[in-house]
Each structure stands twice: as C-alpha cells, then as structure tokens.
C-alpha cells in the first residue's frame, strides 16, 4: 500500500498516512464483507487491527522517547521502504462464525465495524488537514 507522495512527510505525517491508508484497505473489506454475503463460498475477512494499532503504538512511544520514528514489523504487518507497508488480511473466525449462527447480528457486527473504522479514519485524516493547515500558517501552531 502506497499514498501518493504529494506531502514533505515528517514522522507524525507519515504515522497519520498509515493510519488513512490502512482504514480505507479495511473499509473495502468489510463492504465486501457485507456486499458478498449471499455468494456460496463466502467468507468474512478483516485486517489486524489490533497487530497494526499496537505497532503504530510503539512506534509513536519511540519518537516521544527518542524523536524518532521507528516502524517494526508484526506477524501480518510488514513496513517497507518509501512509506510503503502490508497488511495481511485474514479470515475473521469469530464473523464466521456468528455468520453462520445469526446473520442479522453479523450484519450489525460487521456495520458497526465500519462505523468504528470510519470515525478512526475521519479522526485521522481531519489530524493531517489541521496539521497541514498549520504548517502553512505558521501563527496557527498548535503545541
């Protein structure tokens, strides 16, 4: 996954990149999750939210620490070079699960999922706006 690099990116700009780009990867799967639902072979999937949460975490513990950005690698999380990182998504056993049980409950489940998703994003994005808008009008700052 690559934003495009249309901004001189410091460590808290390019943390906020990662977050809007993981949050619209995940969107799309759990549209599909809901839009695929009545396919025979379906099967929910998710990305690892808790896994990237915790390593965006670290990384943000560091740069107070030692004002430096360091992005470590999970299980199904990988960061590469130029901004660039992976997310693995894998099949969300617990969705399944309730999938096959109560699918009006994994419908809630899964919306309330996106809802989550996109408050996380919107708070992201709107972040980068202000920090941006900032930057620009340096008598604006916020410490």
């Known amino acids: 996954m690559n934003l495009p690099a ?28 809901i839009n ?8 929910p999937m998710d990305l690892p939210v808790d896994e990237f949460s915790l390593l965006i975490a670290e990384a943000l513990v ?8 360091v992005l470590r690698d999970g299980v199904k999380v990988k960061f590469g070079s130029n901004g660039t990182f992976e997310a693995a998504a894998f099949v969300d ?18 919306i309330n999922k996106m809802l989550e998703n ?3 994003q919107r708070i992201a994005v709107d972040l980068l706006r202000t920090k941006q808008k900032n930057e620009s009008c340096p008598e604006r700052s916020f410490n």
Not at 62 to 68: C, I, L, N
Request: aromatic residues 8%; proline residues 0%.
């Open 6 to 33: 249309l901004f001189a990116t410091d460590n808290i700009t390019e943390v906020l990149l990662k977050i809007i780009n993981f949050t619209q990867t995940r969107q799309k799967i759990l549209i599909q999750n």
């Open 62 to 69: 560091e740069h107070a620490k030692k004002d430096r950005l």
């Open 118 to 120: 996109s408050i996380n």
């Open 36 to 43: 695929q639902m009545n396919a025979a072979d379906f099967v």
């Open 93 to 110: 056993e617990e969705a399944k699960a309730l999938f096959e049980q109560n699918r009006d409950e994994y419908l809630r489940r899964q």
